[in-house]
């Protein structure tokens, strides 16, 4: 059975960062197999976590959202975490060891300077939805790397980033819809894609988990 809730808790950004980079570092002790596979779909996980929730701090400062150097930071981040993701399932989990020591950087790099409020991702937790399957959903839609790729809070922030690194496109904006639930809109800033808006031959990717 499960039972609906909304579990919110508020904690430091930087102590989370420092729990994901301990379980970046504890896949160098892994060899290859179904079980290394599902401890590095776990961090990317936890750090689409955080990448989202500074997202809403950076949009709960400014009532918009836009693509700030920090949210551009963490985008790239999870770009990254989501080819590792891509190299481990393409291989039939064939690779062993340690993610790229530069993604590592990128994650200490991060700006976590906020309390930020998380909760756990209901698709992963109880619908079981995996982000692999929006690496093979992505490959066989045709798009390609001149793709804008928008993902929609929560839970497609992390989505557009397993979208990205499977076109090959850039890091993924991310969006919060707000108000009522039955007429939800987004406050966003359009010069955060305005690159893509001038460009006549650009494709668009909106992502998320779908209805539920």
């Not at 993701?85 to 790229?100: E, L």
């Not at 994650?107 to 300077?113: F, H, M, T, Y």
């Amino acid at each position: 059975m499960i039972v609906y809730g909304d579990h919110r808790q508020t904690e430091s950004a930087e102590q989370l960062r420092e729990a994901a980079n301990e379980m970046a570092e504890s896949l160098d002790r892994m060899s290859h197999g179904v079980q290394r596979h599902a401890a590095l779909v776990g961090l990317f996980i936890s750090v689409s976590e955080l990448v989202q929730a500074l997202a809403d701090v950076d949009f709960q400062t400014s009532g918009i959202d836009i693509f700030s150097p920090r949210q551009q930071q963490g985008a790239r981040l999870l770009v990254g975490l989501a080819a590792e993701v891509a190299k481990s399932w393409q291989s039939g989990f064939g690779v062993g060891g340690g993610i790229d020591p530069g993604l590592l950087k990128q994650l200490a790099g991060l700006d976590c300077k906020a309390e930020v409020v998380t909760g756990s991702a209901e698709g992963y937790a109880h619908y079981a939805l995996y982000p692999e399957s929006y690496l093979d959903a992505a490959q066989k839609s045709g798009l390609d790397a001149n793709t804008c790729v928008i993902g929609v809070r929560s839970i497609g922030l992390g989505l557009a980033a397993m979208v990205a690194a499977s076109i090959g496109a850039p890091a993924p904006f991310s969006v919060r819809p707000i108000g009522h639930p039955f007429r939800r809109y987004i406050n966003a800033d359009p010069q955060s894609i305005a690159t893509w808006m001038n460009n006549p031959s650009a494709r668009f990717a909106v992502v998320d988990e779908g209805p539920g």
